[in-house]
């Protein structure tokens, strides 16, 4: 499985951004896909995930501002970014994971400005 991200940039605070993260490979063994964001210095933390059922998990966080999506057909997971503050400033990375085996993509930068 091989993830490609692309969408991140740099906004104002309370814009908005969209990332998008198509996936390619064996997709049909992949239950969840998400995402994360790391700050240097700090762990990698979940964003958001959504499973091939549709069910989503937000970080209290995103919650009301961040939404979700995904496309099985195209095996592509998004999310959509409104009301960006300085705090979501970080590289945010695609996941995928099913069948025991989990993949990461490239980060994508996001910058929001005060």
């Known amino acids: 499985v091989q993830l490609q991200a692309s969408g991140g940039g740099l906004v104002q605070a309370g814009g908005s951004l969209r990332l998008s993260c198509a996936g390619s490979g064996i997709m049909f063994s992949i239950n969840v896909m998400g995402w994360y964001r790391q700050v240097p210095g700090k762990g990698r933390e979940l964003v958001a995930t959504?499973?091939?059922?549709?069910?989503?998990n937000y970080a209290d966080s995103v919650k009301g501002r961040f939404t979700i999506s995904r496309d099985n057909a195209m095996s592509t997971v998004y999310l959509q970014m409104n009301s960006l503050e300085p705090a979501d400033t970080a590289v945010y990375y695609c996941?995928?994971?099913?069948?025991?085996?989990?993949?990461w993509g490239q980060g994508t930068q996001v910058t929001v400005s005060s």
């Open positions: 959504v499973t091939r059922g549709g069910n989503t």
């Open positions: 996941n995928a994971y099913g069948m025991g085996n989990e993949y």
